[in-house]
């Protein structure tokens, strides 16, 4: 696999965020491009492209709000899964949003997610709350949190 880098995505990587997002998940999870490029020039929001060679392999998008970080979404596309990826952007987001003053990170992710509960898991987030019949599929939603600041 070659190197993978990040770079800051753009409205013009709206098609490429559609696409990733399509081949990591179902239905109604999806977002498509129109909602994206309504997202990445919000105030606070950046998002993190990885690219391996050139090939768009995945991407975070987080918004900072005060003193806080909420990860808004988080995919892989299959075809680069297990190769650390999802790490590596979740790594990225945290130096971003501390970067933007936040002190801790929040996120929801689906019960039946296994693999991104581990992801999150090692990295060091923990439970703090469960959102009841939160996706589209009727599943809850456990809400996670990072802190490394007070």
Not at 70 to 80: G, K, R, Y
Request: aromatic share 8%; proline share 4%; charged share 20%.
């Amino acid at each position: 696999m070659p190197p993978v880098e990040i770079v800051e995505a753009q409205a013009a990587h709206g098609a490429v965020l559609a696409a990733l997002h399509a081949e990591s998940f179902s239905g109604d999870d999806v977002w498509d491009e129109a909602a994206l490029k309504q997202l990445l020039p919000l105030h606070g929001v950046v998002t993190g492209l990885a690219l391996a060679g050139e090939q768009p392999a995945g991407f975070l998008m987080i918004r900072c709000v005060a003193d806080e970080a909420e990860i808004l979404t988080l995919c892989v596309a299959p075809a680069f899964r297990k190769q650390g990826i999802a790490r590596q952007l979740l790594t990225w987001g945290v130096m971003e949003a501390q970067g933007r003053e936040a002190e801790r990170m929040f996120l929801e992710v689906s019960v039946r997610n296994a693999a991104a509960q581990a992801l999150y898991a090692g990295a060091g987030f923990a439970q703090a709350g469960t959102r009841r019949a939160y996706y589209p599929d009727g599943s809850d939603a456990r809400v996670l949190r990072y802190s490394w600041g007070v």
